[in-house]
């Protein structure tokens, strides 16, 4: 990769508008930052800027917030390029613009404007996936695309299996279903709709609050990621995402027989992993993403590893009664959509509530997780278990 970011540097001025953005795209794929190529191309894509095509420009935006390097004369003319040809951006391109302005905290008025026009021109053409592109950003007509949102989400959730699997996994008809549907996020908008299908409740903000100081209690940083690495040319990014859950539940009305927090990454692999009674679901979009190893899947496989171990013979499923809340540090997929909903349906009395971050931060904002469990007693407010709405 030194090599290839040494000739890119090289020759930087032979590269076209989709040579640029290519290039910075790949870099951001592979979540490594090399700061001296990517100021050249930086500097190139400036000076080129009106050769741009809509793709081009959201690819550019798209890398640079993926690999976390906040570089505002870019960001300036990509804004401007972008208004200019916005009648020539697709849903997906104004998403991936948004996002990057979004995970770089910077408001952009002209740029939101822009979209705003754009996609209340089009809506009524935006299918399920532009929809939750778009619903997410704070848009003038964002009420509207969420209405729209919704509707789709309503035939999302008619075909979401009504019983529990059998131990051999999801039918076929739904696995037929989510290729058919053709997306592996339903965004932040999105998943709160369906949770709303679900009656999964809203969980207090103080979780999320919670949920970050126990990650940065519970962590250590990582060395790729630190400003003075230079193997690659500069530090790497590495995505990653947290789950993080508080559980009070019994299987009786007159105590409380399980009770604690779990903290889990994605991809650490539990001791429950193996017996887990819950399915992930292959997603269309990023096939080679094994959804066994995201964070929710996992975190809802521990904790009914847990019940299974305090439960008595005779216990049943319903028995079990109480309160879970998980927090997220982005949106579910798919996949952790349906693994929610199979926990919802294997513990039925068991009230869920379910928050996430609206925009996944940037990756280096997420150090590695060192330890995966913590007491309640060290992360729960007493007062925050009021369960009346």
């Given at each position: 990769?030194?090599?290839?970011?040494?000739?890119?540097?090289?020759?930087?001025?032979?590269?076209?508008?989709?040579?640029?953005?290519?290039?910075?795209?790949?870099?951001?794929?592979?979540?490594?930052?090399?700061?001296?190529?990517?100021?050249?191309?930086?500097?190139?894509?400036?000076?080129?800027?009106?050769?741009?095509?809509?793709?081009?420009?959201?690819?550019?935006?798209?890398?640079?917030?993926?690999?976390?390097?906040?570089?505002?004369?870019?960001?300036?003319?990509?804004?401007?390029?972008?208004?200019?040809?916005?009648?020539?951006?697709?849903?997906?391109?104004?998403?991936?613009?948004?996002?990057?302005?979004?995970?770089?905290?910077?408001?952009?008025?002209?740029?939101?404007?822009?979209?705003?026009?754009?996609?209340?021109?089009?809506?009524?053409?935006?299918?399920?996936?532009?929809?939750?592109?778009?619903?997410?950003?704070?848009?003038?007509?964002?009420?509207?695309?969420?209405?729209?949102?919704?509707?789709?989400?309503?035939?999302?959730?008619?075909?979401?299996?009504?019983?529990?699997?059998?131990?051999?996994?999801?039918?076929?008809?739904?696995?037929?279903?989510?290729?058919?549907?053709?997306?592996?996020?339903?965004?932040?908008?999105?998943?709160?709709?369906?949770?709303?299908?679900?009656?999964?409740?809203?969980?207090?903000?103080?979780?999320?609050?919670?949920?970050?100081?126990?990650?940065?209690?519970?962590?250590?940083?990582?060395?790729?990621?630190?400003?003075?690495?230079?193997?690659?040319?500069?530090?790497?990014?590495?995505?990653?995402?947290?789950?993080?859950?508080?559980?009070?539940?019994?299987?009786?009305?007159?105590?409380?027989?399980?009770?604690?927090a779990i903290l889990q990454e994605n991809g650490a692999r539990g001791a429950h992993f193996e017996t887990?009674?819950?399915?992930?679901?292959?997603?269309?979009?990023?096939?080679?993403?094994?959804?066994?190893?995201?964070?929710?899947?996992?975190?809802?496989?521990?904790?009914?590893?847990?019940?299974?171990?305090?439960?008595?013979?005779?216990?049943?499923?319903?028995?079990?009664?109480?309160?879970?809340?998980?927090?997220?540090?982005?949106?579910?997929?798919?996949?952790?959509?349906?693994?929610?909903?199979?926990?919802?349906?294997?513990?039925?009395?068991?009230?869920?509530?379910?928050?996430?971050?609206?925009?996944r931060a940037p990756m280096q904002d997420h150090p590695t997780v060192k330890l995966r469990a913590t007491?309640?007693?060290?992360?729960?407010?007493?007062?925050?278990?009021?369960?009346?709405?």
């Amino acid at each position: 990769m030194q090599s290839i970011s040494d000739q890119v540097t090289k020759k930087i001025n032979e590269y076209g508008p989709q040579d640029l953005s290519n290039t910075a795209w790949a870099y951001a794929k592979l979540g490594i930052v090399h700061y001296t190529m990517l100021g050249s191309i930086s500097a190139d894509v400036i000076k080129k800027i009106s050769q741009f095509t809509p793709q081009n420009l959201a690819n550019t935006a798209w890398a640079w917030a993926t690999l976390a390097v906040h570089d505002v004369p870019l960001l300036q003319a990509i804004t401007i390029e972008a208004v200019a040809k916005r009648a020539e951006f697709t849903a997906q391109n104004f998403g991936n613009t948004a996002w990057a302005f979004a995970a770089f905290t910077v408001e952009d008025a002209p740029l939101m404007q822009a979209i705003s026009q754009q996609a209340m021109q089009k809506m009524e053409q935006y299918d399920l996936q532009a929809l939750t592109w778009l619903a997410d950003f704070d848009l003038s007509c964002q009420k509207e695309l969420a209405k729209r949102l919704g509707q789709e989400v309503l035939d999302v959730w008619r075909n979401f299996p009504s019983d529990s699997w059998a131990s051999s996994g999801p039918d076929a008809a739904f696995l037929r279903y989510i290729r058919q549907l053709g997306i592996d996020n339903l965004g932040a908008v999105g998943d709160r709709l369906l949770f709303e299908q679900m009656g999964v409740h809203e969980a207090p903000s103080g979780l999320g609050h919670r949920a970050r100081l126990v990650i940065a209690e519970h962590c250590v940083e990582d060395p790729r990621e630190a400003p003075d690495e230079t193997t690659f040319g500069g530090p790497s990014r590495h995505k990653r995402v947290f789950s993080y859950a508080e559980y009070q539940l019994s299987f009786s009305s007159n105590q409380t027989d399980l009770e604690g927090a779990i903290l889990q990454e994605n991809g650490a692999r539990g001791a429950h992993f193996e017996t887990s009674p819950l399915h992930p679901v292959q997603l269309p979009i990023n096939q080679r993403v094994e959804r066994n190893a995201c964070s929710e899947y996992l975190l809802l496989s521990d904790l009914c590893g847990l019940i299974q171990e305090a439960a008595l013979p005779e216990r049943r499923h319903s028995d079990l009664s109480g309160t879970l809340r998980l927090y997220s540090t982005g949106p579910s997929c798919m996949s952790c959509m349906t693994a929610i909903w199979q926990f919802h349906l294997r513990y039925p009395s068991v009230r869920l509530e379910v928050g996430y971050s609206t925009v996944r931060a940037p990756m280096q904002d997420h150090p590695t997780v060192k330890l995966r469990a913590t007491t309640a007693a060290n992360c729960t407010d007493e007062d925050d278990w009021d369960l009346e709405d």
